[in-house]
Every structure is written in C-alpha cells, then in structure tokens.
C-alpha cells in the first residue's frame, strides 16, 4: 500500500515564524500535492510537483513557498506565518499525471497564534 | 474551468436508512471522476472511482455511477452504519493539469 507520512500532526506556531511542513511518500510517486482544507471552503490546491526539482503554483500559493529535491520528499513552507493560515495542510501523491487517484497523507493542524 | 457541486449537508441519518449525496460537474473533455472518504482526524482515503461513462464504482457497499448526460456522480448506500460518519468529497481529475477539483464536502452524520 502507498503510504503517505506527514512531519507533525499538530504544529503551533506564532506570526512571523518561519515553519516547514513535510511530506514524504514510500511508493515513488512523480506527483506530489499541498492542500489547505477549511470548513466551508473545501480543499484547495496551494502547490503541486509533477517531478523532482518541478513545481507548479496551484489555487492559493501566496505566502506559500515549496521545496522538493528528492522524489519521495515534499516540503511546504511559510516564510512569515499569519493567522490567517491557521488551517488543516493535506499532502498527496499521485504515480503520474492520468494515472488515477492521489493517496492522501493524514495531514497536520497548524495554528499560528 | 472544471468545478464540482456536491450537495451540502450536514446530513443526518438513523442506521440502516438509505443515502444519497448528490454530485455534478462541469469539465472539458472526459473527466475521471472519485468519491474520497475523510473520517474524524484522519486525512482523505479514496472510497471509489469511475474513469468513463456508464462505469459504476463500487466499495463498502457505496456505489456511484458516472452518468455523461446529467454530469453527475451521486453517491449511494442502500443501509448506512454509525461506522460510515465522515465527510464525503466527489472530485474529477479532468486529465489536462494535473490537479484534482474537489467539491466543498458533505458531513454525514449516522445516529444508532
């Protein structure tokens, strides 16, 4: 099975830290995924990697910055965090564009006080 | 662009009742289409997919059949358990962008 792991699944941090998210996937997927996911408002695509070293912005990536230099390996980061990205960060990973479902990491509860 | 509309709950249930949560979309081309499943304090598991027209998907006794001619992909369970409370998300992957749109989710509530 496909196992997506994610660093932290409750993280606290204040406005103004910098704060790095992981992600890391054990079935040597291409695509790799960050998502928000806020009541209400669903979840939404903040940046994908279709490759290593390859990012794409999604929806929302504003105040958002990624990193992955490994394949099996995807970093979100938040230069200046603010509250207002308080929020659940949902990682996936998909075998390759078209190729069906993405496997979904069970995600970390940040707050920013 | 592509979109997704699911009906929005909460929805409550008596176990054993019947469930429908209604989804459409709109997409260029033949989208695949997926029902995720995301439990209490857990992340999304895929329930079950359909990539083409007709294609009925199937798993834990939920069913969702890929209908062209309304856009739709409605989720079925002819008796649900306390054990199936969790929010539901219908999503389609229109195959040109790599991404998956999701709908806004659907809480369902099963009371014993």
């Known amino acids: 099975d496909v196992k997506v792991t994610q660093s932290s699944r409750y993280l606290v941090k204040r406005t103004g830290e910098k704060v790095f998210l992981e992600c890391v996937q054990d079935?040597?997927?291409?695509?790799m995924f960050w998502y928000r996911q806020d009541p209400g408002l669903g979840l939404r695509l903040i940046y994908f990697s279709y490759d290593v070293k390859m990012k794409e912005k999604g929806d929302i990536p504003e105040g958002y910055s990624v990193s992955r230099e490994k394949k099996e390996r995807f970093s979100l980061i938040l230069e200046s965090a603010s509250t207002s990205q308080t929020s659940m960060y949902l990682c996936?990973?998909?075998?390759?564009?078209?190729?069906?479902?993405?496997?979904f990491g069970p995600g970390t509860r940040l707050t920013v006080l | 662009g592509d979109s997704v509309t699911q009906m929005e709950g909460p929805v409550t249930l008596s176990e054993e009742a019947f469930l429908t949560i209604n989804c459409t979309y709109t997409?260029?081309?033949?989208?695949?289409l997926f029902w995720y499943v995301q439990y209490p304090g857990e992340g999304l598991q895929l329930l079950l997919k359909a990539t083409k027209a007709d294609d009925k998907g199937s798993n834990k006794g939920f069913e969702a059949t890929y209908r062209k001619e309304t856009t739709s992909f409605h989720l079925e369970k002819g008796s649900v358990q306390v054990s199936d409370s969790a929010v539901y998300f219908c999503?389609?992957?229109?195959?040109?962008?790599?991404?998956?749109?999701f709908g806004k989710g659907t809480l369902l509530t099963v009371n014993p």
């Open positions: 079935m040597d997927h291409e695509n």
């Open positions: 997409a260029t081309g033949y989208p695949s």
């Open positions: 999503a389609l992957d229109g195959g040109s962008n790599y991404k998956l749109t």
């Open positions: 996936a990973s998909r075998l390759a564009d078209g190729e069906g479902e993405q496997f």
